[in-house]
């Protein structure tokens, strides 16, 4: 499984936040039959305690996973409501 960090200031400038968390997209090979693919997950770390969430495999599709990470980032969700916000936007 590969991390991709999010550079959070870099695509979010406007955010008014000091940034409490840490995102990154979780990649990870999905094997379907003789076929595979990349499967998409959530990561939130929370830089002041350390405390860290993963939520592994929940789309193939690129833009669902952007479309995730922007609202985690957005709404600066922590750890321990990643799996509440990942099932409600599922």
Avoid at 24 to 32: H, Q
Wanted: hydrophobic content about 40%; overall charge negative; aromatic content about 8%.
């Amino acid at each position: 499984m590969r991390e991709l960090k999010l550079d959070v200031y870099s695509l979010y400038p406007d955010l008014k936040n000091d940034g409490l968390y840490d995102y990154a997209i979780l990649v990870d090979e999905l094997k379907v039959g003789a076929f595979s693919c990349e499967s998409y997950g959530a990561q939130v770390t929370n830089r002041t305690t350390g405390d860290r969430a993963d939520v592994p495999n929940i789309t193939v599709s690129v833009s669902r996973i952007d479309q995730l990470m922007e609202l985690l980032v957005r709404n600066q969700v922590g750890p321990v409501h990643l799996g509440d916000v990942v099932e409600d936007w599922l």
